[in-house]
């Protein structure tokens, strides 16, 4: 076996579990420009575009997505997260967005990734499975640094759950295109109203996906007082405040990309942006 | 007189569509790196990681076992020591002890497989001795900098003295400007077929701009006499300046003759940006003076060119940033320095607007500057100072056969604006319009927040044709004959089709000087004489003016034999029972060498546009979406209405890239972003409509009037652009691209160099 | 090597490719049909988009061996002998051609995008056609050819 193409999940977690140099292969889209470009020449592959198993949504209580969904289906079939939704129209390109999976962007773990974001800001569980059973990983504790996660070689992502946690959520990315770029610095905001909680997670501004605590504790707050239920706007020295908060919890660096000061700034525009917008959703 | 019955279709003026279109809609036009032989086999390029090293030892053992592999050659294997480059033969083939920029071309390998080429290539072992990179080009200019080439680190330097140099004026503007390197990424990457022959020669199928320039660096390289090499046009998948340098023409001709086996060889995207020229990142330094009431007083700038690690065509670029330094205005007095420096950065060459566009960057941030001192509208001042037939530039030549381009500036304005869609805030929290359409895009930044729209005008010029003495020829063979189906015109020429659509324009002139339907472009090769180079927007005057000087040969033979024959001119069937062909050479009028001062005829003729740009600004997160541009270009006579508005929206693409996005980033002469990814180019939703206004003023020695229009949408679309997000946000922005940071932090840009305007950059002081 | 069965244009081809090759080195170098072309090798331009069981993917980033069993149609299976698509007539119409390295890539997009949606705005053509650079045309004709085609295929 070189290259095979798993019909389910069992017949995938086998078919890596037998071979130490297997990797796998879903939509492509991150590996294969490894490929092309000579940098990795795995051993053996196991395709998983096509196991159906993978490739579910299911909203009954708990958000359950399937590792296999693309991100021109959580396009069409809504996931029940407007910022996921946000976060899959501004995947590169309507190619990129048809063959790449949620699931991939979980596995490569790249701070840039557009979907871990949100995922975060859910407090979404990872599932993987092998042939040794299957794990359940909270997505904090899930990136171990930049494209290094804490899946064991023969497992496979086959889905990521969370609760269902209302409108008020969105996505940003800052990048200098108007489409196809990866994100300078992204971020997503989930209030979730019933639960009263806030979760904010910032991308490309540190070696994994942060999470802006005190800025959820001070979001907590103004929502106390504006309540939780209501469409209502916090006052702009409230939105800067959160701003500066959620600044204040990133580790950027200058790269390729942007500066970080620039990432600095430009999370603090977006996260008070961001506070403003999904206050008043409902 | 005429030769038709009836009215032929899709002569001069028409937007007669394209002879390659249905091929290449249909997917079947044969581009290089669609060319295919039985038995080829596939080169490749071992490329040095380091801009400046000696190089100790090359050992390709361990690489000429892997399997496949046929040949691999080094330096040392090289049949001649001859040295390539467009103006300057500086560059050697392969490197000769030394590497002077990150990419440079050490060994080459032909395998049976692709891969086992790329797998050899990375089985070769270089031992090199790590050089300081020589990165900075105005340090590299100074007395003290260590020499990268024999005679020292000046590729050219080019002084205009115009009037009196040291003129005083009431009003003073100055300002150091900077342009990044851009990169022209065409979509096709570089690629040819060497085959070869039977004679001890080769036959190279090739994308290029310029056949016969090649041939002229080719076969001296491989030892050959020019009639052993013969080069063949293969598809151009876009061009824009970077293949009019030799790229991998003579290492596959090499490797072909070496295996004597037909060798394949196509760049990857990564390996594009390091095997072509880029644009020249300059840095320039101006001061404008004027009367309090707007007119111009004198210009003073020096302008600093970094040419990396080979001269190119840096001469000439050099050249143009001089001659039009001061912009389509009179300008009396003058005095400009403009310096081509090597470095050990990737060399630098031709892109679209060719020393033009870094000029108009700077002097039009300067008119603005100027009309802001003034208090007066830049419209007004720029219209004030516009030259016209008559007047002259700063290098005393008159301008003649032109829209007056205060008239363009005028129209452009009048050009209708965006619809009024200016974005507003948050309406109960749902996008009042689809972010895609604001600053940010699919980014979901804002849906209205911090939103500020601004407007900028812009003029530019350049030459049209190469200058400065240079003996500017173009071939054509006009050959009218009889076949079964009616009378059909072949016209034959060297002219590269690169996209622009000189194929159709050679089928118009014939249409409409011989009235005549069937026309067939033959594939350009280097069987009939040189057109030149499909640069310097040049090809319709030139090869246009040459198809037309044939027709008219073909057309006075064809009137001779009506005569002796007593037939009519219409009776076509019986006076071509023989063929009629005619060959012709054709130039424009010669153009006066470059004097000391640069005072001289230079130029055939100059090419004028006006832009208005129109912007939104994310003030918040600097992001710009430029909504609209609007463009008036005096274009002589569109031959092709729809090509000729395809070359204005497509150059203005080019130019926004530069304006807002592209750039190759470099760190001590390493490319850090070479690949699509990370060298942002415009998508469908970056570019906004454009408002095409084409102005026919024909000039009186072009074909037809037609002046060319490739350029000068590229040359002042960018200030026009960078004007706009200054009149949103009110920042200095005096380098492009302009980068996020620039907007939010108001960054500028300093080369660390104090230079006086005009005086010598080698006398720079550390500021 | 890997034995991989594909039906491409409508005809069923087997072929044997390396464990790492991808869809459009195979459809290029072994299959011989070069219409999808190579600009990027890594899903940036679009230049290689090809329909692969009716979805529109960059086919530099499928795997061929992974691939077996899949439909594919790239911009050869478009048109008849002597007659263009609408799409391909409307580029060749609207002057959306000029140097033509993306246009196999942007007509496959089009052709997509018209069989979803055969009205689409303009901003919705733009969206669609985001993942396709062109360096030579700024865009503007191909917005035209694209809503030329849409009027020819279904607004008679």
Redesign the interface.
Known sequence: MAVHVARDVDDATRAVAVDERAELIAGGTDLMVEINFGRRRPGALVAIDRVQELRGISRSGRVRVGAGVTYTQLLADDAGSAALREASRSVGSPQIRNAGTIGGNIATSSPAGDALPVLAALEATIVVRSVRGERRVPFAEWMTGPKRNGRARDEIIVAAEWESAGPKQTFMKVGTRNAMVIAVASLALVVDASRRRVGVALGSCGPTILRADRAQSFAAGVLDELGWERQAAPTETACAEFGALVASAARPIDDVRGTAAYRSHVLSVMAARALARVAVLG | MTLARTRVRGGVGE?A??P???P????????A??L?LEGMLFGHTLRSPHPHALIRAVDVTAAREISGVRVILTERDLPTRERFGLMKRDQPVLAEGRVRYAGEAIAIIAADEA?QA?AAAKAIVVEYEILPPMSDPIAALGPDAPALHEGGNVIDDVLVVHGDPDAQAEVVVQGEYEVAMQD??????EAGLAIPTADGGVTLHIATQWLHEDLGQIAPALGLPNEQVRLVLA??????GAREDVTLQIHACLLALATKRPVRM?Y???ESFYGHVHRHPARLFYEHGARRDGTLVYVRATIVLDGGAYASSTSAVVANAGCFAAGPYRVPNARVRSVGAYTTNPPAGAMRGFGAVQACFAYEAQMDKLAAALDMDPVVLRARNAVEDGDRIITSQPVEGSEPVANLLRRCAALPMPADEVAHP?R??RPSR?P??L?????????G??IRRGTGFAAGFKNVCYSHGFDDVSHARVRLERTDSGIRARVHTAAAE????IVTVCQQIVRTALEVEEVIVETPDTTIGSAGSSSASRQTWMTGGAVLAACREVRAALEERALARGRAMDELAALLDEPIERSVAWRHRPTEKRDGHTQNHGHVAFLFAAHRATVDVDL????V?VVQVATSQDVGKAINP??V??Q???????GLGLA??EEV?LRDGQV??A????Y????????P??VCDLVEHPHPDAPYGAKGVGEPPTISSTPAIVAAIRAATGRELNRVPV???DI??GTVARSGWRIVPGSDPAMAARA | MNDVRLRVNGVARQTAVPDHESLLTTLRERLGLPGSKNACEQGECGSCSVLMDSELVCSCLVLTAGADGRAIETVESLGADGVLHPVQQAFVDAGAVQCGFCTPGLIVAAYALLRENPEPSDLEVREALSGNLCRCTGYGTILAAVQRASRAMYRR
């Open positions: 937007s569509p394209r390659d279109g249905v290449k809609v249909r997917g079947e036009f044969p581009y790196s669609d295919y891969d790329r022209q990424a065409a979509l096709g990457p598809g151009v998948g876009g061009a824009f196509s990857g995207r990564e948050l109960a929290g689809d895609l359409l600053p940010g895009g699919a980014g979901n930044l804002t849906h927040e911090g690169v996209g622009q659509g918040g997160t600097g992001l979406k729809q090509a508005v395809g204005l929206e497509g150059g203005i693409a080019q807002v996005m980033l850090r972003n690949s699509f990814t990370d942002l180019l415009p998508t469908i939703l970056d570019m409509p454009v980068r996020p940071d939010v932090f």
